[in-house]
């Protein structure tokens, strides 16, 4: 494949708004030793972009300065030591960073297929929210069948995915969300809405013997919540603080209760841990999506020169599942 010199990239100009992000050109960078480059058809939108942007979530050393932590697109070159990818293989992969660009290298042990069935812009929504929601929901948290969950954020694309990889493990799913219509949409996938503005999830968990497993992307207050709304020997696990990291709680419960809270950030792990994750979704959430048991939630699609609207989107907080950017605008796989 003849591979052009430079791309069209979108950087951040300086932390701040949407307004700063900025379309420019750049050289296509190169895969190194265990890397594929990607010829990017869609990229997905995520929080840490957001954060990256306004200048609080720094790429890890190495990374790519772009935002973008995940696409679809074909594999345009690979690097030494790659057996698994040849080119013009359809793949959906997790990024370090660098996803708002024509073209991007990643690690290959972090691509995975495209499933049969899902264009590329759907599959551009899968590989940041399975590997954050099979990791923490599953690898970290334990979630068997039979088991009560509750995902907060239940309409966001971290939130839709959890409702459907949990209803397919067979678990009973609660969800939170703070309009009837995100409700709706999380009613849809198997999950009993709780509209928070409304209802106390707490009464409400607790009535019914408490949560085995919270998946928290909240904090704030909602960290005393949680812990009330627990079943003995439940689970709490963060992905993120939208409402800020600090409480004021009391520990004496985790004892006599025996809890258990944790937490990760996906971006920070090492290429090793991250390919784990990824040899799981192929064994345990592709079968998933084979079977039709799960699919992306698409909000709505913006052109990479669009970046800026597609980020006020998201901080909106208006949408329902994943935002993607337009990239090659390349549908089929």
């Known amino acids: 494949m003849s591979l052009p010199h430079d791309m069209d990239v979108v950087a951040i100009a300086q932390p701040g708004g949407p307004g700063v992000l900025d379309l420019r050109r750049r050289p296509v960078p190169s895969p190194g030793h265990g890397q594929i480059l990607i010829r990017v058809a869609y990229a997905g939108v995520n929080r840490p972009d957001v954060l990256q942007r306004q200048g609080a979530y720094a790429p890890p050393p190495g990374a790519s300065d772009l935002p973008g932590l995940e696409c679809a697109g074909h594999v345009a070159a690979v690097g030494p030591g790659v057996s698994e990818w040849e080119v013009g293989d359809a ?4 990024l370090p960073g660098g996803g708002y660009a024509e073209y991007v290298v990643t690690p290959a042990a972090h691509a995975l297929p495209v499933p049969d069935g899902l264009s590329l812009a759907e599959a551009a929504c899968l590989p940041e929210t399975c590997f954050t929601v099979w990791s923490n929901v599953v690898m970290r948290g334990g979630l068997t069948a039979g088991e009560r969950f509750l995902v907060h954020g239940g309409s966001s694309g971290i939130g839709t ?19 009837d219509e995100k409700c709706a949409a999380c009613e849809r996938l198997g999950a009993t809405a709780i509209n928070y503005r409304t209802a106390d ?26 812990l009330k709304a627990l079943a003995d020997d439940g689970r709490l696990v963060f ?3 939208l409402s800020g990291p600090k409480a004021q709680i009391n520990f004496a419960p985790l004892m006599t209760r025996r809890l258990t809270i944790t937490g990760s950030t996906l971006r920070p792990q090492s290429d090793l841990a991250k390919a784990r994750i990824a040899a799981e979704l192929r064994a345990h959430v592709w079968p998933m999506i084979a079977a039709g048991r799960l699919r992306p939630v698409m909000d709505r699609e913006f052109p990479l020169a669009e970046a800026d609207e597609a980020h006020k989107r998201m901080e909106g907080g208006e949408h329902i599942g994943k935002i993607v950017l337009r990239v090659g605008g390349d549908e089929r796989a």
Do not use: P, S
């Not at 793949?91 to 997790?94: D, E, F, K, P, S």
């Not at 409400?204 to 960290?223: K, P």
């Open 161 to 179: 995915t959890a409702i459907q990889i949990a209803t397919a493990l067979g678990a009973r799913v609660w969800a939170t969300a703070g309009t």
């Open 91 to 94: 793949v959906c992969a997790l």
């Open 201 to 226: 999830f707490v009464k409400i968990l607790q009535a019914e013997g408490g949560a085995d497993l919270i998946l928290d992307m909240v904090g704030g207050d909602y960290i005393a919540r949680d």
């Open 239 to 241: 992905i993120a603080f």
